[in-house]
């Protein structure tokens, strides 16, 4: 259980550093005239509200040592990071 606890929350760390990014590119401006920013600006709300729910199960569950909380939590927080890496290799077509 120590594993999967570790495991969920590294990549929610990893997400975090994902909507550190997104929200550093909002507020330097960078995304490619109005239409790029208020697309920029809803995914990043969009990620931080996700993230934000992601927490509270994953807090909730690593205090009452809840295993399905800790996978729901841990499937839930990897989908942003396959999302990025797709978009690194050039999958999202």
């Known amino acids: 259980m ?6 969920a929350w590294t990549v929610f760390a990893l997400d975090l550093v994902i909507l550190a990014q997104m ?8 995304g490619g005239g109005p ?4 697309l920029l600006r809803g995914f990043t709300l969009r990620l931080a ?19 399905i909380g800790l996978w729901v939590s841990l499937i839930c927080a990897a989908i942003p ?9 050039g999958l999202s077509d």
């Open 2 to 7: 120590n594993w999967l606890r570790t495991a």
């Open 49 to 67: 509200s996700g993230l934000a729910g992601i927490a509270v199960v994953l807090i909730f569950s690593s205090w009452k040592r809840n295993i």
């Open 81 to 89: 990071l396959l999302w990025v890496a797709a978009g690194m290799l």
């Open 35 to 38: 239409t790029g920013q208020a």
């Open 23 to 30: 929200a550093y590119a909002v507020a330097s401006g960078s």
